[in-house]
C-alpha cells in the first residue's frame, strides 16, 4: 500500500523556524513530484509547494515564498519543507501529497502534522 | 491570482436523496493542448487528510464508488452524488490548476450533512 507518513511540527514562536519531513512507502519517491498542502484551523486547503521529481523545478504559493523551502532526497524516499520566518497565519495542518501525475491533482496524502505559531 | 467559488457552502439532503455542489472558477481549467479539464474533486472527512475523487472533472479515481461523478468544461463545474449515504458526511472541495507557474487553487468547501 503507498503511503506517506509525516513527522515534524510543534509549537514556535513569531519568526522562529521548523523542519517537516514525509517518508514515503510502498512505492519509489523518485517516479513523482510532491507537494505540500495546509489548512489553517476551521479553514480550508491551501497549496504550498510543488516539487518535481528531479527537485529541478520548484514552485511556492506567494503567501510563503521566500519563507518556505521544499527539498527531497528520494534514496531516502523523503519530503521536506524547511519553514523559516514564521508567522502566526501559518499556524495549519500541513499534509504532504504525491502528484497523481495527470495535472496536478494530489492522489495520496500524508497524515497531516500540526504547526502552531504563537508567542 | 486564479478564485474558484463554491457553492453552496452547506447542504442537507436526505438519505437517498441526490447532492450536487456546484464550483465556479475565474479561469478556465481546459487545457486544449490536452483536450482536458484539469480540475479535481476531494472529500475530507473530520480529522482526516483529503482524499481525492475526481480528476479531469469527470474521472473517478480508482476504488470511488460510481455514485460520485464530475461533470462540466472551462470554468463551471459540478460534483453529484446521486444517493447520499451516511459515510458520505464530509467536506468537498474542487480543485484545478492555471498558468505557469502553475497555481494551484482550492474552492473554499461545501459541508454535506444529512437531514
Known amino acids: 500500500e503507498d503511503q506517506l507518513v509525516q513527522s515534524g511540527g510543534g509549537l514556535v514562536q513569531p519568526g522562529g523556524s521548523l523542519r517537516l519531513s514525509c517518508v514515503a512507502s510502498?512505492?519509489?519517491?523518485?517516479?513523482?513530484?510532491m507537494n505540500w498542502v495546509r489548512q489553517a484551523p476551521g479553514k480550508g486547503l491551501e497549496w504550498v509547494s510543488h516539487?518535481?521529481?528531479?527537485?529541478?523545478?520548484?514552485f511556492y504559493a506567494n503567501s510563503v515564498k521566500g519563507r518556505f523551502t521544499v527539498s527531497r532526497d528520494n534514496a531516502k524516499n523523503s519530503l521536506y519543507l524547511q519553514m523559516d520566518s514564521l508567522r502566526v497565519e501559518d499556524t495549519a495542518v500541513y499534509y504532504c501529497?504525491?502528484?497523481?501525475?495527470?495535472?496536478?491533482?494530489?492522489?495520496?496524502w500524508g497524515q497531516g502534522t500540526q504547526v502552531t505559531v504563537s508567542s | 491570482d486564479i478564485v474558484m467559488t463554491q457553492s453552496p457552502d452547506s447542504l442537507a439532503v436526505s438519505l437517498g436523496e441526490r447532492a450536487t455542489i456546484n464550483c465556479k472558477s475565474s479561469q478556465s481549467a481546459f487545457y486544449s493542448s490536452k483536450n482536458k479539464n484539469f480540475l479535481s474533486w476531494y472529500q475530507q472527512k473530520p480529522g482526516q487528510p483529503p482524499k481525492l475523487l475526481i480528476y479531469?472533472?469527470?474521472t473517478r479515481e480508482s476504488g470511488v464508488p460510481d455514485r460520485f461523478s464530475g461533470s462540466g468544461s472551462g470554468t463551471d463545474f459540478t460534483l453529484t452524488i446521486s444517493s447520499l449515504q451516511a459515510e458520505d458526511v464530509a467536506v468537498y472541495y474542487c480543485q484545478q490548476y492555471y498558468g505557469t507557474p502553475p497555481a494551484l487553487t482550492f474552492g473554499g468547501g461545501t459541508r454535506v450533512e444529512i437531514k
Open positions: 516539487i518535481i521529481s528531479s527537485s529541478r523545478t520548484i
Open positions: 510502498g512505492f519509489p519517491l523518485s517516479d513523482y513530484s
Open positions: 501529497a504525491r502528484d497523481g501525475r495527470r495535472g496536478y491533482d494530489f492522489d495520496h
Open positions: 479531469w472533472a469527470s
